[in-house]
């Protein structure tokens, strides 16, 4: 999968070093990986859900760290692109807030 975009991630490890081992360990995953569906990706990361967002749209939601950092992802199978489009933290998560801005 092409991973899109590295900067998202930057920027949040700019704010939270203590996740660059559990984002750097996804980013060479998902990059590696050739995901079909949400069953191929459950296979290395069981607990990744689909979430519906105000946009109408479905977004990936990966639990990173431990269940301390999620990451929220369009996955477009077809064109093997993962689109990061959020990091939260566990608190920031938990607000649901997020997914009125997606």
Known sequence: ???????RIRDFL???????EPLKNWYQVARGAVWENLQDVRRVYPHA????????????????G????????????????????RILTHAEYDKDRWKDSL
């Open 1 to 7: 999968m092409r991973v899109v975009t590295w900067k």
């Open 14 to 20: 700019s704010r939270h070093p203590r996740a660059a």
């Open 49 to 64: 859900d689909l979430v519906a967002v105000a946009s109408g749209n479905v977004v990936t939601v990966f639990n990173i």
């Open 66 to 85: 431990g269940n301390k950092y999620r990451l929220i992802a369009a996955i477009h199978y077809n064109r093997q692109r993962v689109y990061v489009l």
